[in-house]
């Protein structure tokens, strides 16, 4: 009998994070996502520009499974690329959980019927159930799904999603080893996410990211034109304007699985207020206020983009694009000024 027996699905909010908790509570580790995701140091924006119509792309953080956390904790993680179904039916059979990066736009209970894709999304393939299908655990959904092999396999093979497609990756944790002290991998995370995210060495990332979709959404409204096919939020297949994709795209992207608004951005600040907590240091603290505020920020436009629907004028459609270059200014100088005030530390 294999150890699937000891994994007990769960909800999360960072697919990430909430996949690697999942795993390691199966080996009898809890740890809360937020210190998962803190100490992954992963965090930040990231910006793709995407070719002609196809929607532009907005993530939430800047490395995708850097096992930064899983160091911090002491605990071995070992990459696999299994192809084929039996491949990972047989990385099964020792462990209780496989961690896999998927096509999430690709995941059939998604209903997005590859009409979006988003290469870093993780779930736990926990058991296959006969010869064709896997019991998958997505910490985005209440309980556990059936996915076909075939299905399985399109989501982690996906060349739709560059340059976040998953290539069959998947990740085999062991038990931790220790404990975590978190007054002193806390502040090694947080210098991390500090030099990352303010000089990431790349235009597209971090706080120039922000910069770049400020200036790069500004002409959405020229270069996002003409009627496309999409799907809409209750899964059935639309047409639509090209910059009413973009925007309803940008708004999942901010409320579901990419800058995290309402998600990410808070998480990490409950991340920097446990910091505060184990050092005593206040400015954790502060920052932690600061990127609450962003969340903010980000969870306000996501709403409104998410409210207007694919049947908005053209001429409102324009003012969202205005709404969405000064949240994203906004956004940069709050959490520049949070970043900034740690780096001393």
């Not at 990972?88 to 999430?104: C, T, W």
Request: aromatic share 6%.
């Amino acid at each position: 009998m294999n150890a699937t027996g000891r994994y007990a699905h769960r909800r999360g909010i960072n697919s990430e994070s909430a996949c690697q908790c999942a795993v390691l509570a199966a080996d009898g580790y809890e740890v809360d996502e937020e210190i998962v995701f803190g100490l992954d140091a992963g965090f930040g924006f990231a910006f793709f520009p995407a070719n002609g119509n196809a929607p532009d792309i907005v993530v939430g953080k800047q490395a995708i499974m850097p096992l930064r956390a899983s160091r911090l904790m002491c605990v071995e993680v070992v990459t696999h690329t299994p192809k084929t179904g039996a491949g990972l039916a047989g990385l099964l059979e020792s462990v209780p959980a496989v961690m896999a990066r998927v096509d999430l736009g690709l995941l059939p209970y998604w209903g997005l019927e590859g009409r979006t894709s988003f290469g870093g999304y993780f779930v736990n393939v926990v058991r296959p159930l006969g010869a064709d299908a896997f019991e998958v655990s997505d910490p985005a959904f209440d309980e556990p799904v059936s996915v076909s092999a075939d299905e399985l396999q399109a989501a982690r093979s996906s060349r739709d999603s560059p340059p976040l497609n998953p290539d069959w990756k998947v990740y085999v944790f062991g038990a931790p080893r220790r404990t975590p002290q978190l007054d002193r991998v806390g502040p090694v995370a947080v210098r991390t996410l500090c030099r990352e995210v303010l000089k990431p060495g790349s235009r597209n990332l971090g706080i120039p990211g922000m910069k770049t979709l400020a200036t790069t959404a500004a002409s959405w409204p020229q270069s996002k034109h003409g009627e496309v096919e999409d799907v809409d939020l209750t899964g059935n297949v639309v047409r639509t304007d090209a910059l009413a994709r973009q925007l309803l795209h940008l708004g999942r992207q901010i409320e579901s699985f990419g800058t995290g608004g309402g998600l990410f951005r808070p998480m990490i600040g409950r991340y920097l207020a446990r910091v505060a907590d184990s050092t005593g240091e206040a400015r954790y603290a502060d920052a932690a206020e600061q990127f609450l505020a962003s969340g903010r920020l980000w969870s306000n436009l996501g709403r409104a983009l998410l409210t207007a629907g694919s049947g908005t004028a053209r001429d409102d459609l324009t003012t969202l694009v205005d709404a969405v270059t000064d949240t994203a200014r906004s956004a940069m100088d709050v959490e520049k000024r949070a970043l900034s005030a740690l780096t001393p530390l």
